[in-house]
């Protein structure tokens, strides 16, 4: 089945700017994901890009795709305190509206 | 406008209980899903219904849970009977006309003991 793997973790200084990866195994994906999900909180919708763009970006989040490579990653442009959290990388097939996450990345903030 | 509400948020049982969850979609959503997220891994799939139609239930433990949503707005998750493996958070979500946005609820986190 479709499989989609992140580093489980990522330590960064305030201020400077996260790059969180991604790769994923299906060549019919759709659409791409990033979701935030803070303790206790539901999944906060980041952004997502659609698999024929290869550049998107919004505010301080900018989302990269490599289609050949399967590869996605999300920067945060002057990383926050307000930015620890875990983010999911997610990808929905061709055929289904169901979403396929990775485990999740703890992108943690060093003052 | 008000997001995906889910209750309750904290459940415990003892294994062999049956528990139920309850949605309740963003309105006007049509289509809604439910995810398992076990601990230190990614939400996973486990229904979805089109209005009040499943979609696709391949991945719903068939032999013990179950999941309706009769009039094509809220829906409930029930699990009969729970094991130890079943703890997990439960994460309900609904997407609208723009179907590839999936927003989520906050979730019902379930201990089996």
């Known amino acids: 089945g479709e499989d989609v793997e992140q580093s489980l973790f990522l330590s960064v200084r305030e201020g400077d700017s996260s790059v969180i990866n991604c790769t994923y195994t299906?060549?019919?994906?759709?659409?791409l994901y990033w979701y935030k999900q803070e303790p206790g909180a539901g999944l906060q919708l980041l952004t997502y890009i659609f698999s024929n763009m290869d550049m998107k970006q919004d505010q301080r989040l900018t989302v990269l795709l490599n289609k050949k490579d399967k590869h996605l990653s999300l920067r945060i442009a002057d990383t926050q305190t307000g930015d620890s959290a875990i983010y999911f990388c997610?990808?929905?097939?061709?055929?289904?509206?169901?979403?396929?996450f990775g485990k999740g990345t703890h992108l943690i903030i060093q003052p | 406008e008000a997001g995906v509400a889910q209750s309750p948020r904290y459940k415990i049982i003892e294994k062999r209980q049956s528990v139920a969850f309850w949605c309740n979609p963003i309105?006007?959503?049509?289509?809604l899903y439910w995810y398992q997220q076990i601990l230190g891994q990614g939400p996973k799939l486990l229904i979805q219904f089109q209005n009040n139609g499943v979609v696709d239930d391949s991945q719903l433990p068939k032999d013990r849970f179950s999941a309706e949503r009769l009039k094509g707005v809220d829906s409930t998750l029930k699990i009969q009977p729970a094991k130890l493996e079943d703890s997990a958070v439960y994460l309900c979500?609904?997407?609208?006309?723009?179907?590839?946005?999936?927003?989520f609820g906050p979730g019902t986190r379930l201990t089996v003991l």
């Open positions: 299906d060549s019919s994906s759709t659409y």
């Open positions: 979500a609904s997407s609208g006309v723009v179907s590839h946005e999936q927003f």
């Open positions: 309105s006007g959503h049509a289509t």
């Open positions: 997610a990808e929905k097939g061709g055929g289904a509206d169901g979403l396929t």
